[in-house]
Structure formats: C-alpha cells, structure tokens
C-alpha cells in the first residue's frame, strides 16, 4: 500500500512538473493533455486519473499561492486601524491584482469561476476566491461605513468585485494604455464606488 501511494504521489508531481514547465513555456490554452502527459512520461489517463481536467491541473499549481493571498487578506482584515476604507481595500486587493496580472492563466481561471468543470482542485480555487469577497464585505461592516448589514455590506462587496474583474480584463486583453497601469485604474473606480457607498450610508437601510 504503502509503495503504491509512493508511486502515485511521484505520478502527480511528474505530471505537475511537467505541466508547469509547458504553461510557463508556450502558454495554457495552446498545451494540451496529451502534451503534459508526453512530458511527464506517464499515459494520458494517468493525468485524467489525478486532476480530471486541464483547468483543474491549472487550479492544483495555483493553489498554493492563492492560499497565501487569502491568508495575508485575513491578516490585513485583522488589522485595527484608523485607514480610510479605500486605503484598506488597495492593501487587501492590490496583492490579487498583482499576482493576476503576472499570471494570466491563473486569471483565467478567476474570471469564469461560473464555467469551471467541478473537481477538487476547482473547488478548493473557488472557495479562496470566495474568501476574497468575503473580506471585502468585512470591510464594509465597519462602523464607519454606516449600518452594519450583511445584506449592504455583501452587496458594495460584489460591487467591488465586479470592478476588480473589468480591471482584470482590461490587462490581460492589453486594453490599459500607459501610463494607465492596472493599479491606477482600479484606484480610480474603487475612488467612485466608495464615494457612491459613503452617501447611502447614512440612508435607512431597507434590505433586511
């Protein structure tokens, strides 16, 4: 039992191996299965055996590295400060941001979270990005931003999400013309939609 866990954990990080060197090398959509597994010197079906799919190979290689951006959003949640709410959310989105605009594949992969096929993989990649949205609606519970509620709060929060999402299309379609960065553009709509969330803050909140 022991030999056989052995071999398949040397099976799944030959075939991670292989695809990481080909995603960095000629790109996501143009490597295919049939390549990694050629490269990873095992049979096809070994790849399909350990990760179902090609998105969730991809989500596998990331998930290590999401895995710190949620944990470094949780530390910047936890920070009791008296930041403005635009300054705490560039500190908690501009890690994300920058990791997706180095990596396009893996943005890829958090712009059609709805598309993706449904593996273990996916689904751990899907509930780290839910943990992003669930940081910025934290910070919309704050006191300062009027009644604490979930409903308000969780709404600016896919507010700010969508925002994030045109951002990150924006740069990987090469649309952005500098000195328009990334960065700036994302300031500059996350400036619009707080003033927007500041004024019906004071509003009575009919949500609930």
Same mark, same amino acid.
């Given at each position: 039992?022991?030999?056989?866990?052995?071999?398949? +954990?040397q099976?799944?990080?030959?075939?991670?191996?292989? $695809? +990481?060197?080909?995603f960095?090398?000629?790109?996501?959509e143009?490597?295919?299965?049939?390549?990694?597994?050629?490269?990873?010197k095992?049979?096809?079906?070994?790849?399909?055996?350990?990760?179902?799919?090609?998105?969730?190979?991809?989500a596998?290689?990331g998930?290590?590295?999401?895995e710190?951006?949620?944990? $470094?959003?949780?530390?910047?949640i936890?920070?009791?400060?008296?930041?403005?709410?635009?300054e705490? &959310?560039?500190?908690? /989105?501009?890690?994300?941001?920058?990791?997706?605009c180095?990596?396009?594949?893996f943005?890829? /992969?958090? &712009?059609?979270?709805?598309? /993706?096929?449904?593996?273990?993989?996916?689904?751990?990649?899907?509930?780290?990005?839910?943990? &992003?949205?669930?940081?910025?609606?934290?910070l919309?519970?704050?006191?300062?931003?009027?009644?604490p509620?979930?409903?308000?709060?969780?709404?600016?929060?896919?507010?700010?999400?969508?925002?994030?999402?045109?951002?990150?299309?924006?740069?990987?379609s090469?649309?952005?013309?500098?000195?328009?960065?990334?960065?700036?553009?994302?300031?500059q709509?996350?400036?619009?939609?707080?003033?927007?969330?500041?004024?019906? $803050?004071?509003?009575?909140?009919?949500?609930a």
């Open positions: 039992m022991k030999l056989r866990q052995s071999r398949s +954990r099976t799944r990080e030959q075939i991670l191996g292989a $695809a +990481r060197e080909l960095a090398r000629q790109g996501y143009p490597t295919s299965i049939d390549q990694i597994a050629s490269a990873a095992v049979a096809k079906s070994s790849v399909f055996a350990h990760f179902g799919d090609k998105a969730n190979l991809l596998a290689l998930l290590a590295e999401i710190k951006l949620a944990e $470094a959003g949780k530390a910047e936890a920070r009791t400060d008296d930041r403005p709410l635009g705490r &959310l560039r500190a908690l /989105l501009w890690p994300w941001l920058l990791y997706f180095r990596e396009h594949a943005a890829g /992969l958090y &712009l059609s979270q709805s598309a /993706l096929t449904r593996g273990p993989h996916t689904e751990a990649f899907l509930d780290l990005c839910r943990v &992003l949205e669930d940081q910025i609606a934290e919309f519970r704050s006191p300062s931003q009027g009644p509620s979930a409903e308000r709060a969780l709404l600016l929060a896919r507010g700010v999400q969508a925002l994030f999402h045109e951002v990150i299309v924006f740069e990987i090469g649309w952005l013309t500098p000195p328009e960065t990334a960065e700036i553009m994302l300031s709509l996350l400036d619009v939609w707080i003033a927007g969330a500041e004024q019906t $803050a004071t509003r009575p909140d009919t949500s």
